[in-house]
């Protein structure tokens, strides 16, 4: 006995077969390949057949200078500290900087707001939420690494040796840093915006395992400055 | 009396849609009159006073520095600082100077900074000289020919601040070999307060 929740699937397919066989009998051979190819493109569609290649990121090495968008950047080590400057970590916690030279190689100055885009919190490092219980990571505190000031605006043609700090849990005891460098694309005119003429943080250009260096033991709470730790590594 | 409902005809749905058609094409194919929207520019030295109607300005002295020193911070250039003392004087009433910016022989544009006790703007009453101390981190590439542009309008968006507005272009009179001896010179200053200048720059006039 067959089965009525048959009958439906039964029905189309034969709708389906006679609607194509009618079609493709007044066809000539190089019409019906043509039609099977495009038959075929449209049913791999919902597949993701027109979705973008996914672009491998290329890998990112210290010491070795990437350009991303406006700036050029050279990380050069990662490093931990109890405490950097005036960033004082919750208790248990300490402070996660990356140190990097950039350069502004455009004509015009740049917000460190765009530098933090590009160089986004390390995922799985156990970088402390902007709030409790929340995903978000938090952008970087950018200081210039020789005096420990904080840095807003990077002029063109001259190198920042910066630090960008985060700050992290102190459960997270891994040797490297996962660091991921992120395209930074102008945006002339945003169609969805007002916002004209920004740098858009796009995807992932680069990424690599960068080495962190712990905290020195003679690491003292009174050291002024970024500088401090970063540079006794 | 009776009012009849008015008809649409093709004409007149041409007469608009031609209309909307060409007032589209005017605004996007013409090209915009930049001087419609081009500030007033009012070029001038170091030591000269410029008449910017809203204010009276001068730029009074020009240093370089490698550390900037004031009681909250000291700050180390990764260039040089470019260093511009200005005094404003608001003519019209209170007003703040908003618009501060480099420009070198190349075309390249840089902010001040506000590390180390400089100023990013400046505010001030009418009637009384207001000194200000700017501060720009700068290649050593950029220090021959350059100019400051200060104005009450700011720089960002492209001078968008500025537009039918007065503004002024300084040049620092520094050449060639001027340029070579501020690079080399390690300085360090330390920018005074912003505030009245003492009565011997006239700072006590109103």
Redesign the interface.
Known sequence: MKHARNAGPDLAFRLTRRVVTAVADDMSTTQRVGAGAVAALVAISPFGAWSEVEVQADPLTGGVPVEVGPFEVTVEKAATADELGHLVPQPGNHMLAVVADVTNTG???EYGVTLSSAIPAPQDAGIVPEEPGKPKLPSATII?I????????L???????VALIWEQSGEWSGTELPLEVVELEWVEEDPLGLDD?HWFANEIAFQGEIPVKPAAPEASAGEQGASTEAEQQ | MRHGRRRITWKGTALVVGAVTAGCALVTYLPQDDAVDAPFIVEGEVGQPLDLTYAELTVTEVRVADVLTSPA???????TFLVVDATWRATQGETTFSGAEVTDE???????????GCSTSASAQPGYAWRTTYC????R??LEGATVRLARGDQT??HGGQRRDAVAVVDLGITASEADALWKAAETVSPEAPGYPPASAGGSEG
């Open positions: 004509d015009v100055p210039n020789e005096d420990g000031t904080s840095i807003s605006i002029n063109p043609g001259v190198t920042h040796r003429g | 911070e000291a700050a180390a250039a990764a260039g190349q075309g390249r544009r840089f902010w001040p900074s506000s590390r180390g720009f981190d700068v290649p590439d950029a968006e492209e």
